[in-house]
């Protein structure tokens, strides 16, 4: 097989090309010159999995790359009898990763073109994405989120500036579980009216999901902006009445500029949304425009985020896994660890997980990334199981992973293959997985919980009502926030508030591990406030696997 095609074949390829995709309606085609290993492909299949080029040499390799990791192996198979002549064609469905990190059902069938000798020559054949949705919301009459990363593709082709607002609607369940389905669906009906009216004529508006739409201007500042989403905000509590009854709606919205065009439009999206959560969190609703501040190596947050999705996407490469260890608060013994994330490449260096894990926490690319930390974590710390069979190894898991219908298959999978006990595995539910449907979550808890998988509430105390979670719940572990450790020394009464959490773990039958400490004096006091557990620095800095395992067997020798 020669490197270079030739003029001639490349235009045959061509021409066959046209002759299939005229048929095709409703599928991508690709077309492969097996002699050259120089394929052609729709692009809309470029466009929509993000692959490099519409043509593209050794196109087998580079797609495999986007077949999900269950899948690859018979994908694999598949291609390498195609290409040795065993098999003259496939007819297979897998899962393939689009643009935006996200896995679809994918049907894929081919066919082997022999030459006049009875040669493979070509290979051809189409694939029809499952996932594919129409672009129209039909509820509002908008175009979905496919239909706005359309236009952003478009934007970018062109490198157009604009900007883009977020605005969404907090805890609408709420309003639906008062007043019914229908009575809710007239409130965003209400709310597409008051949009319209507002913003009529200065940009196109998409609803991306839920009750939370964006705007797309191209002639609105940032400012321009701000002013109007006050004055919605004013709108909205003033005009919005339904039958009567004005529902206590909660508006929060973000606002970013779109200028950098080497950015993927994914990872501008994925600040966009880290900035809705912080004026939903932190700003009582006041629109928040995403800062893309730079470190201290001039690097932009936004460039980071771009670059931290291409890892991701690349069988996230660059990451690795920290651990620190947990220790008994009576004996002093090392019982466990939480693996924690870092992310170090040649071009940024070792980038701390504060910098990072706020805005690619939200992201859908982030369902992939968190399989690959547990899967990692576990592999890691089998030996250390095999050795030790009391070690309890913790996991963080986000709020993206458990919206996922897959996630507690996911758990189970990584639980079998890699043979780590589910008694040994703790998974710690974050800050933003309270946002989640009360009824979603304890049923994920207690399917892991049946069979074996401990809990822990992390930062209690802190953001949402710790209290309901850990009544409904009831984890096995209550993790302290590290902001009551700070000043215990100093504040008393924060001691005694770590006293109250590790009473109530004792009611529900939890155990209390306290986060942040860093000092002996702040280790006297939390051990004397009746804690199970300790976590922080006066122990141990987080350790890269190695140095973990020589602390654990000192420790335990």
């Known amino acids: 097989m020669t ?30 010159d097996m002699k050259y290993d120089f394929s052609k ?33 018979n994908y694999h198979q598949s291609i390498a009898d195609i290409f040795s002549g065993t098999d003259k064609g496939h007819d297979m469905q897998y899962r393939a990763r689009d643009r935006m990190g996200r896995y679809v059902v994918c049907t894929c069938r081919g066919t082997v073109l022999l030459d006049a000798d009875g040669s493979p020559d070509y290979f051809v054949g189409c694939i029809r994405n499952h996932g594919l949705v129409n672009s129209m919301d039909s509820l509002t009459g908008f175009q ?52 319209k009216e507002r913003f009529r004529n200065e940009g196109v508006l998409y609803r991306v999901s839920g009750v939370k739409f964006v705007l797309l201007s191209s002639s609105l500042s940032l400012d321009e902006m701000k002013i109007s989403y006050e004055s919605l905000r004013e709108e909205i509590s003033e005009k919005l009445v339904i039958d009567g009854y004005r529902p206590n709606l909660r508006i929060y919205g973000s606002a970013m500029e779109i200028k950098e065009f080497q950015i993927s439009p994914q990872a501008m999206f994925s600040c966009l949304e880290y900035a809705y959560n912080i004026s939903k969190e932190r700003k009582n609703g006041s629109l928040h425009i995403f800062n893309d501040e730079a470190d201290e190596n001039r690097t932009s947050l936004l460039t980071l985020i771009n670059a931290i999705r291409k890892s991701i996407v690349n069988d996230c490469q660059g990451f690795m896994l920290y651990y620190q260890p ?17 992310w170090q490449t040649p ?23 968190g399989e690959w930390i547990l899967r990692k974590a576990l592999t890691d710390m089998k030996p250390v199981l095999d050795t030790y069979p009391d070690f309890e190894i913790n996991v963080n898991v986000s709020f993206e992973q458990l919206r996922q219908d897959s996630f507690v298959s996911m758990v189970k999978q990584a ?5 780590f006990s589910p008694r040994n595995l703790c ?18 808890v207690s399917d892991l919980r049946s069979i074996g998988v401990l809990f822990a509430i992390d ?9 309901d979670i850990l009544n409904q719940l009831k984890c096995e572990v209550i993790k302290v926030d590290k902001s009551f450790i700070d000043n215990v020394a100093k504040d008393a009464n924060n001691a005694k508030l770590i006293t109250v959490v590790s009473s109530l773990a004792d009611i529900y039958g939890s155990k209390a591990c306290v986060e942040g400490v860093e000092t002996e004096e702040q280790c006297r006091i939390v051990k004397e406030c009746g804690v199970s557990s300790i976590q922080g620095y006066y122990y141990s800095r987080p350790l890269p696997l190695n140095e973990f395992i020589e602390k654990l067997q000192s420790s335990r020798n």
């Open 41 to 73: 492909w729709s692009a809309e299949a470029v466009q929509y999995f993000d692959l490099p080029s519409e043509y593209m040499y050794q196109a087998g390799d580079i797609w495999e790359q986007h077949i999900h990791p269950d899948d690859k192996e």
């Open 427 to 444: 998974l710690e539910i974050t800050e933003r997985c309270r946002l989640l449907d009360m009824t979603r979550l304890s049923a994920i």
């Open 347 to 369: 071009a940024y260096g070792l980038v701390p997980p504060n910098r990072f894990i706020p805005i690619i926490e939200n992201d859908p690319a982030f369902v992939q990334l």
């Open 144 to 195: 979905n989120q496919f239909g706005l990363f359309e236009h952003l593709n478009v934007l970018y082709s062109k490198q157009s500036k604009a900007n883009i607002m977020m605005i969404g609607v907090g805890h609408f369940a709420t309003v639906n579980e008062m007043w019914g389905y229908d009575f809710g669906n007239l409130v965003i009906h209400k709310l597409v009216q008051l949009l």
């Open 326 to 342: 947990i220790m008994n608060a009576k004996t002093g013994t090392l019982y466990g660890a939480e693996a924690l994330l870092r």
């Open 3 to 32: 490197n270079t095609i030739s003029a001639k074949r490349k235009s045959t390829l061509d021409k066959l090309y046209h002759a299939f995709e005229v048929v095709s309606e409703g599928s991508y085609v690709y077309l492969c």
């Open 415 to 419: 639980l079998d293959e890699t043979g």
């Open 459 to 467: 930062d209690f105390g802190t953001g949402y009502s710790s209290m």
